[in-house]
């Protein structure tokens, strides 16, 4: 079992940044691909990036790509998404989320272990 804990997330104005993490309990995170997915209201969940296990291979939405940068820390068990250029679509809860293999993807469903979320808010 893995347990995810999002922190980070907060209100800022447009063109900001934020840096959210996720620390994971268990032992295997090591070998579990991580990665970030976002629902703004009314919408469905989408997906932001993913990280392999070993932090070599990513996978960012096209959406979010250049301004956003997930990266890993296996000494940590923590992961995390640097987010810069913040825009106003970009509000959203942000959950976090592990695979139980290696293999970083881009499918919501892949994806075994979840966190509670925590909220982005960029105003303009």
């Known amino acids: 079992q893995v347990q995810l804990v999002e922190s980070g997330g907060g209100l800022v104005q447009a063109g900001g940044s934020l840096r959210l993490s996720c620390a994971a309990s268990?032992?295997?995170?090591?070998?579990?691909?991580m990665g970030w997915f976002r629902q703004a209201p009314g919408k469905e969940r989408e997906f932001v990036a993913s990280v392999s296990a070993s932090g070599v291979i990513t996978y960012y939405a096209d959406s979010v790509k250049g301004r956003f940068t997930i990266s890993r820390d296996n000494a940590k068990n923590t992961v995390y998404l640097q987010m810069n250029s913040l825009k106003p679509d970009d509000t959203a809860v942000y959950y976090c989320?592990?695979?139980?293999?290696?293999?970083?993807?881009?499918?919501?469903?892949?994806?075994?272990?979840w966190g509670q979320g925590t909220q982005v808010t960029v105003s303009s």
């Open positions: 989320t592990a695979r139980a293999v290696p293999a970083a993807t881009m499918t919501m469903n892949l994806f075994v272990y």
């Open positions: 268990g032992r295997t995170f090591s070998s579990s691909a």
